[in-house]
């Protein structure tokens, strides 16, 4: 079985679904809103080496459920799945439980 990986500082994104609006027998798809995506992380790199600084690891990890921004991540087709793939310092946020 394939699977992807990430490399560097590199995040691998598995988009939430979009709910649609629904006005009588019509679907209103959530397409062309500008606003933030979320997704759950299902690959994380190690990190990066930084010269003068050393080794910095990633912070995330896979099944976090982050906010990604509206532009910068780049889309990925793997396998008939949908993907956003880029750098961890893009992350706006992640959604944690209150305990």
Known sequence: MRKLEALFDAVIIK???????????????????????????????PGVEMAGIGFIPTN?????????????????????DEYYIGNERQILAKITDNE
């Open 60 to 80: 995330v990890k896979v099944g976090d459920v982050v906010i990604l921004p509206t532009m910068g991540f780049s889309k990925l087709q793997f396998e008939g």
């Open 15 to 45: 988009p939430l679904d979009e709910e649609e609006t629904q006005f009588g027998s019509i679907f209103i798809p959530d397409a062309g809103k500008d606003r933030n995506e979320q997704g759950t992380v299902v690959a994380v790199g």
